[in-house]
């Protein structure tokens, strides 16, 4: 086997990672030869002479094979990527923003170039999802892919749910073990999955969604009082990526959902991922792995470069044999939203309600709303309001309850917060 070089840029959490089971591998033909780094002035582990801060130094140097890419900034990613491709050099990248939001331009790159972008390590983490979907499920018709995609969500929920930590420090565990991204509102507020579920599509499902086409909600406002309503329903809740098709349309999102004890993500705990899917002929299938931290992704890296050292490429296969499949956003959806105050959210935006409940300390409605509702809204960005998807038979129906009425009922309940609030002066 060929002695692979590799110019490797970014050596944060995942590039040691790298660095590392490369190095403790008994079985990978390959060294690092040069490092870009950002900051040429901080202290490193490694000598000096290993890195660099030019990254003319690593794309230009002939005897590098080939270039990974494992940065923070997306765009720079993107500069580095495109570069390498023309000039002539397969790629390993880890950037899961970059790629979902230019990976139509990837593919064309790599058309044209016959160069490769490999991105395992991009999209949960140790799981080997994306190959699986290229080569075992290439010719199967998918109907759902579905899972926890995000490490640091799942660990925040599981340290709330199991350990009654709070929210601000479970966050803080995250960041500190590397799991969360240098900017967690990428991850707790659903980006992160959304960017992994955009990739997937492609692999999955044969087509390009930009990410801004994809709803995205978050962990940040869950309210203690969604949590002990979890609990008492013996339910659990989980940041959950899901793209379905259904009669030739393909649907995709990410919200928070309450999770059944009978599901297989009810015992998915702490930085593992999961991802399961449902195929024509297959059935179900469910793949299990940590989805987050140094070592588990930093091998998802070499895998790829491996798999380059034989020539590997995405084929893209869906993408190319399938007739294109429609994306929508015009489905239903059942939800649980709770707030403070009922006038903050607004309920013409549901079809139909099934479900309400108002107290002083815990109020929510339940009803199907389409999902091109839950796009931009300003009522859900108030961080007064928290939406959680009900898996299906969560809750039971109270039959459809008519908006006007509920309306009515809200203004009741105004009026008497406002008196008690006048008593309490
Ligand atoms: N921040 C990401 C996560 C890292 O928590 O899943 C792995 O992609």
Known sequence: MKNIKIGLFGFGCVGQGLYETLNSSKNFAGEISRICIKNPNKARKLPAKLFTDKKKDILFDESIDVIVELIDDADAA??????????????????????????????????QTGK???????????????????????????????????????????KIFDENLNYKKALTQAQELGFAETDPTLDVKGFDAKYKLSILLTHAFGIHVPPTQIVNLGIDDLKVADLEYAREKGLKIKLIAQAQRIEDKVYAFVTPQFIKPDNNLHSINNEFNAVTLNGEFCDDQLFIGKGAGSLPTGAAVLSDISALSYEYKYEYKKHYNLGKLPFSNESLLKVYVSFDSPKEIDLSDFESIQHK?????????????????????????????????????????????????LNAEIDELKKGQELLQKISV
């Open 78 to 111: 993107l500069d580095i990527v495109t570069t390498a491709l023309k000039n002539n050099k397969s790629v390993v990248t880890a950037n899961k923003k970059m790629v979902a939001e230019n990976l139509e331009y990837l593919v064309e790159l790599q058309e």
């Open 357 to 405: 409940y108002f107290s002083f300390d815990h109020s929510y409605v339940i009803g199907n709303i389409c999902i091109n509702k839950l796009l931009n809204k300003k009522w859900l960005s108030n961080s007064n309001n928290n939406i959680i998807l009900c898996d299906n038979g969560t809750e039971g129906t109270l039959g459809n309850l008519c908006v006007d009425s």
């Open 116 to 158: 490769a972008v490999l991105y395992e390590g991009a999209v949960c983490g140790s799981i080997p999802i994306i190959r699986t979907l290229e080569e075992y499920f290439g010719h199967e018709p998918l109907n759902q892919i579905k899972g926890i995609f995000n490490g640091s969500t799942n660990y925040i929920l599981t």
